[in-house]
């Protein structure tokens, strides 16, 4: 059964991921930067579910993305419950996913600590 239940989860945070990509895109908010969704766990009672996020730029325009996804949360919801209906619409928050920034720090010091082989 939790394999059952592990699998619906994985659908539900691919579906709700892909509908809060395509309305980040739509968003007006000006405090909203380049931004990718890099994933969401959505929990089991789907009463909340946490979105990540991977912002282009510095720490400022970071800060200022997630507070204008923090502040455009209700109409992302609503265009959740109007695109999945779902038994329950998650209440959204916003985290900022490092793990795209790890990547690119770790491959600049693997091609530092590589040998040339260029030549």
């Given at each position: ?91 959204l928050t916003f985290e900022y996913d490092d793990s795209v920034e790890r990547g690119v720090r770790m491959t600049q010091l693997i091609d530092e600590l590589a040998p040339d082989d260029q030549q």
């Amino acid at each position: 059964m939790t394999r059952d239940v592990s699998e619906r989860m994985r659908k539900v945070n691919a579906a709700v991921r892909e509908v809060i990509s395509e309305g980040v895109g739509e968003l007006q908010d000006p405090r909203i930067g380049f931004l990718t969704v890099t994933g969401v766990r959505t929990a089991t009672d789907l009463r909340s579910a946490v979105v990540f996020v991977s912002v282009l730029g510095s720490e400022r325009k970071r800060e200022a993305t997630l507070a204008g996804l923090e502040a455009a949360h209700g109409v992302l919801q609503a265009r959740i419950a109007r695109e999945l209906r779902l038994k329950r619409t998650p209440q959204l928050t916003f985290e900022y996913d490092d793990s795209v920034e790890r990547g690119v720090r770790m491959t600049q010091l693997i091609d530092e600590l590589a040998p040339d082989d260029q030549q």
